[in-house]
């Protein structure tokens, strides 16, 4: 049993700052990557931000250069630093850890933890 706890989000003004955590607890072993993504009222869910195995990370258009992952291997957390917020970034940001099975790879995700940036 795997489970994801994200933290972290709430209410900021737009050019602010907000630091997202999600602890990874269970059976980790392996984890192939880790991630969030965020789901924006009437928009898809979008791919924020992920981070390999060998800690290459990528990022969507829309956020590189102002998000930043990473990674505390040692307690299963990953962040995701989110500066110079912009109010189109509001969304429910979940976090994903991807693990591998006897067949492939499964991905577990968090509840979500909402952001709101107001103009």
């Known amino acids: 049993q795997v489970q994801l706890v994200e933290s972290g989000g709430g209410l900021v003004q737009a050019g602010g700052s907000l630091r997202l955590s999600c602890a990874v607890a269970?059976?980790?072993?392996?984890?192939?990557?880790m991630g969030w993504d965020r789901q924006a009222p009437g928009k898809q869910r979008e791919l924020v931000a992920t981070?390999?195995?060998?800690?290459?990370?990528d990022y969507s258009d829309s956020v590189k250069g102002r998000f930043t992952i990473s990674r505390d291997n040692a307690k299963n957390i990953v962040y995701l630093q989110m500066n110079s917020l912009k109010p189109e970034d509001t969304a429910v940001y979940y976090c994903?850890?991807?693990?591998?099975?006897?067949?492939?790879?499964?991905?577990?995700w968090g509840q979500g933890t909402q952001v709101t940036v107001s103009s």
């Open positions: 269970g059976s980790t072993a392996g984890i192939n990557s």
């Open positions: 994903y850890v991807r693990l591998p099975t006897d067949w492939g790879t499964r991905d577990y």
């Open positions: 981070q390999s195995r060998d800690n290459s990370a």
